[in-house]
């Protein structure tokens, strides 16, 4: 029988056998499957306690839809003052003592100006008229010794920002024959107003309960984490790393998420349908094309997202806080 070469003894020797070298593939491959387990496992585990769940979804969910809901009846409501806005017009309220030929000559006047689309006239005694017959008090007027009312000038200025409005309307109010200028678009600007001051505050809200939505989270991952103290001991005992740790984790906070996303979408879509059928009632009472708005399919798939990166990033803070601690002695 020949014998070895002692090159062959040598190079068989235990001590010198090499380590085999991992290929970035068979990495990548490894890598792919543990993601798709511990997203299995953690889904797996969430389903598991299906009372507890529910719960958990049921919370973030409230806490995302209030401030979609408050922001979807802005959205409505900036809608309804599009609809109402018309031409910014101008009332000049003559002085008492104006007479309706010099309160004509100052209608054409006015209307010859660049800036100024239109004027009309409205003398005082057709004003009372038309009150009268509107209001239906007869007898009161009849009453009276006097009209109280002035001449009306009904000015339409051309297409201007508020600030030209805002000046047109003090050189008006500075004519000599004129007691009182309104530009009768404030209230729009005062419904504009109120319109940012709310979204401020959704937007004040929003990020408080975002927060609470954090808060909630990482307590539920906290629990888990303390849930898999002895497993997780094991595996990093054998050497397993942290990121290999931390892997079911971020999923189990991200299927609550995801799930608390999901119930925020159904939330707002079934507060948006209750309302639907009286608001559009209401509408056509009053002959306006007005439409009660809700989320659209786009909308509601950005609020499962951004439930799913809130419960992803809770996890990811509870993970940080909490994992370092737990060690093997």
Known sequence: MPRKSRNSRKSNAPGNARPRRIRWAERWRGWRRHHSQSAAESLAKVLQQPLSSCMTWLVIGI??????????????????????????QLSLFLKADVEADEASRLALDLALRENILSTEFVDRDEALAEFVARSGMGELAQGLSENPLPHLLLVVPLPASPEALGALRGELE?????????????????????????????????????AAVVLVLGNTIRLAIESRRDEIVIVKLVGGSDAFVRRPLLYTGLWFGLGGGVVAALLVAAGTFALASPVNALSAAYQSTFVLRGLGIVDSLQ????????????????????LKAIEPR
């Open 303 to 322: 609020l499962v997202l951004v439930g799913a990166a809130l419960g992803l990033g809770g996890a990811w803070l509870a993970v940080a806080r909490h």
């Open 174 to 210: 500075g004519l000599p024959a004129v007691e009182e200028a309104l530009l009768d678009t404030l209230w729009l600007q005062r419904l504009q107003s109120l319109m940012t001051l709310g979204r401020r505050a959704v937007q004040l809200l929003a990020l408080l309960l975002l």
């Open 63 to 88: 806490a995302i839809a209030l401030p979609s809901g408050l922001w979807v009846v802005l959205d409505n409501v900036t809608q309804l003052g599009d609809q109402l806005e018309r031409p910014a």
